[in-house]
């Protein structure tokens, strides 16, 4: 099974649950202004996440979700941090769905900085699909 991991996190928040879940999968957690963020082959899980900045996604992300193609992926699992809102889930839900790739109802949600007992959960949630 191929599975991807990609986020954007400013100050490291999402960025600890994307390791999480990546460490569980045993690939990286790849930011997606790096170079090796775009999708090489049909991913069958990719993990996608990033936080809500003034009820907005930051522009790395927004940009990145314009990129995707269905063929990218054949399904994808959102995660995300906040203080309050869970907003930016249903943004990034909506990028995926723009461009054609199946989103799994379920998502992960942290709010801001995760403690050691959310990364495990966040793992024991990126296990069940798996
Ligand atoms: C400039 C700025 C704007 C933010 N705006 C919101 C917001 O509108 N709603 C919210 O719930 N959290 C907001 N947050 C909180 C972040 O989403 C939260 O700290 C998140 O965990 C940051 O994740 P990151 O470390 O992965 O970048 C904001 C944070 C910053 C720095």
């Given at each position: 099974m191929k599975v991807e991991v990609r986020y954007y996190s400013r100050s490291g928040n999402t960025k600890s649950v994307a390791?999480?879940?990546a460490a569980q999968a045993g690939v990286p957690a790849v930011s997606v202004d790096s170079a090796d963020a775009q999708l090489r082959e049909t991913a069958d899980i990719l993990f996608i996440g990033g936080a809500l900045?003034?009820?907005g996604l930051d522009s790395h992300l927004k940009n990145y979700l314009k990129t995707l193609k269905k063929y990218d992926a054949k399904k994808a699992v959102v995660f995300s941090t906040s203080w309050l809102s869970k907003h930016s889930v249903d943004l990034i839900k909506k990028g995926l769905t723009d461009a054609g790739i199946p989103v799994e109802t379920e998502f992960f949600y942290v709010k801001n900085t995760p403690?050691?007992?959310?990364l495990k959960d966040a793992a024991?949630?990126?296990r069940k699909f798996l």
């Open positions: 390791e999480a879940i900045y003034a009820y403690s050691e007992e959310q024991a949630f990126a």
